[in-house]
């Protein structure tokens, strides 16, 4: 009796076994691609059913990969769905006894391929909307090809770069660079420039990031997604571009120099997958500046016009490398390392008209005229090393672990010398600034997301630690044969400490036609300036960041989508650094160790759009920003403004933004961008001197018309338009640049050609130009930057094997920001 009592347990035992490792062990994974790409599809729909009830339903990733784990053992129907394509259902059975079932590469064909014949002549839309983000095609930019990042986002709506090179979104300078999801700290301009446009895949804009993400950025995040490497064996894709002789005189010491190289070699075989990266750039630009500016003080107004040039020499250089290896489905490694090197000189070298008069009655007291030579060399060599360790679980959560630690070498001068205008070896005055500015960082990361019954569960940690040591020297002398005396009070050896925990928590689900996110990001962060001068200054703070996002389906592609999300700006280095640099002649530029970080709370609603021949996207959009900070202008004496970097109050941006692509026919498409904001601050400056109230309205375009030849030739004309713009103390004037690029394909796309026009001027057209005007009660000062227009530039292009897995190449994290 017991022995057979026995036997039953165990065999009950075993069958429960059996049934419940059936069960348990069945995964389903697979990529879903656009069939006449290969591109992978993100965010398409995947829905397992069993008899027409549904089962389990998920989302692809950015790579378009899925994972469904099901626990009945029986015949299923897999329905996957992407705007825009052709809806698939594929029947599979998981009756073998086996752990996971890997249903490959499922491809969905555009809707207008099923009208086509097998010879694509069409132009896919370009623009997609999700829950979190506005997602862009790069493909649509040919004008970028063969030049950078930078190049390639400013035709993006609500993105707009000025004269000097600056980024701004939405009105805004200050926003993250993310590359293939991974946060970084680095200066736009920076990081923007050393990316080659022809490795980028998309760009999304992230405009009310979620608690995932870290609080910094009060625009937002930019997330640049690179092109794919090789699914099973060698790619290799490389781009060479040489520009042609200016065409236009500047009268500059040197002669502009633009060309260029990059390769990306990509390697992949079962478990094991290599990606290295090669990049050179010169690419340098002429122009000139005219200038006008007066002081008054005690009566005696002294007006200082100046013409000359203003170029930049621009040479960057760049290795990055990385390596991953699968262990199973389960665990995956990643070690990477970038080193880089980018060097800038800018030349001004300007004669100023100087005379004095009284203010009251305009009587003449002197006159006087001197010429400035002005160089600034920004060097910086960058060290950055990666581990990151990926495990996902039986119950189909994950966990993540990464770490960065990164090294380097910041330096840099400027020579400011006021010499005899008719005889250049007559030293007037010299100054001369010299900075030391090595830095160490240091990112450790770990994320976990738990899928529950309705929607995933995330939480994470972070911490950032960087240490930054700068020697900085405040050198002049005045007349000729004369030995170089320090300036003790603008001279310092200072230190700087950034450390911050980050924690969150969110939670993100979908029902039916409603899809959300909701989730709270906690920070404290601990800020330290030493200079050995003067007490030590800490800014500790502890503040929660809370998000979230909702978007509903109305149906015919149409979608209502919402979101709000609180951010923070913190300052750079620079900004903090309270000792004098002598920019120009007529300038003082410093920061403040005492400046606060802002705090912006983003609002936004949206309607959009995503269908093969039309996608459409409109968003009205709301930031209130607590102590913004802006570079404001003093009086220093009768012939120099000190600009510094302080907290000018208050400021409220409401705007409205929309993009739209239009594929008017297979050959011809049209893409424009457009946004429109009003931008209020109001404030105290100078210990409540100088009162803030400024006030206008902002707008920009960005459009692309885009002409298919033939399958093998095609054109486009793009144009970039924003208009003036209100500052706290003046305004920046409308600038603008039209560009032309044509490109012909050869064996069978795998070789192309490509001739750019950049910035299109005839005639007297102010092309490539912005004026810079600020003033208050005792000043005023105004800077026309005229840069090169008409640059011509060929490209050679070969891909050897097309790519489709991401490259996740590193790049610096901390550095490049403080570049």
Known sequence: MNKAFSASIAVLLFVYTFSAKSQTFHTL????????????????????????????????????????????????????????????SVKISTRENNASLNLGALALAPLSQLLETLIVTGIKPNMVTTLEKQVFDSEQFEVAKGGTASDLIKNIPSVMINVEGEISVRGSKGFVIMVNGKPSALDQVTILSQIPANTIQKVEIISVPSARYEA?????????????????????????????????????????????VDAT???????LELNVGLNYLQNDIAGRRVGDAFTIINDVKTT????????????????????????????????????????????????????????????????FSYYNGNQVLKAGDFQVYNLDYLHKFEDRSSISLSGLLENAQLDGNTQNRNLNRFDYADTLQYTFNTGQNPLNALRLKVDYEKPIKVGVLAFGYQY???????????????????????????????????????????????????????????????????????????????????SANIMYSLGKQWRLKAGYSRRVQRSTNNELNPYPEREHSETLEQGDPRIKPEFIGITEVGISKDAQKLSVYMNLYHQHITDIVNRVNSVYNDTILNRIYTNAGVANLVGSELGLTWAASKKLKWFVGGNVYR???????????????????????????????????????NLSYMSARNTAQGEDSRFYQPNLSLKKSFMNHKMTVAAQWQNMAFGNMAVNQQRITTFGANFYTTTNYIQETNIILLNLSFNFNQRDTKVNLPSSEFGEKEF
């Open 265 to 271: 070699l990509s390697y992949r075989k079962e478990k």
């Open 679 to 717: 931008l209020k601050i109001d404030g105290m400056l100078f210990e409540n001197a100088v009162n803030v109230d400024s006030r206008g309205w902002v707008y920009s375009l960005n459009s692309n018309l885009s002409y298919k030849i033939t399958p093998s030739l095609s054109t486009q004309f």
């Open 464 to 546: 950032r630690l960087q240490n930054q040591d700068g020697v900085f020297k405040y050198l002049e002398k005045s007349g000729n044969k004369l030995s170089f005396v320090q300036n003790d009070a603008f001279s310092a050896d200072i230190r700087v400490e950034n450390r911050i925990h980050g924690l969150y928590g969110m939670y993100t689900a979908k029902f039916d036609k409603l899809e959300f996110s909701s989730g709270l990001r906690y920070e404290k962060s601990d800020r330290v300036f030493k200079d050995g001068k003067s007490d030590d200054f800490h800014l500790d703070l502890s503040n929660f960041f809370p």
């Open 304 to 367: 200082f016009p100046s013409e000359g040039e203003r170029s930049f020499i621009r040479k960057s250089y760049g290795l990055r490398a990385n390596g991953t290896y699968y262990f199973n489905t389960s665990n995956e490694l990643t070690a990477g390392v970038y080193l880089g090197s980018r060097e800038q000189y800018r030349t001004a070298n300007i004669v100023y008209n100087n005379t004095k008069a009284r203010a009251t009655s305009g009587e003449p007291i002197s006159a």
């Open 29 to 88: 994974t697979g990529t879903v691609i656009d069939s006449v790409t290969n591109e992978p599809l993100s965010f398409a729909s995947i829905k397992l059913e069993k008899e027409g009830k549904l089962i389990a339903g998920v989302q692809s990733t950015d790579d378009g990969e899925f994972s469904i784990k099901t626990s009945t053992n029986e015949v299923y129907i897999i329905k996957i769905e992407y705007v825009g394509y052709a809806p698939k």
């Open 216 to 260: 910094d950025g009060k625009a937002g995040i930019i997330n640049i997604v690179t092109k794919k490497g090789a699914m099973d064996g060698l790619s290799l894709f490389t781009n060479v571009q040489y520009g042609l002789p200016r065409i236009r005189a500047y009268f500059n010491e040197t002669e502009p120099q633009r060309h260029g």
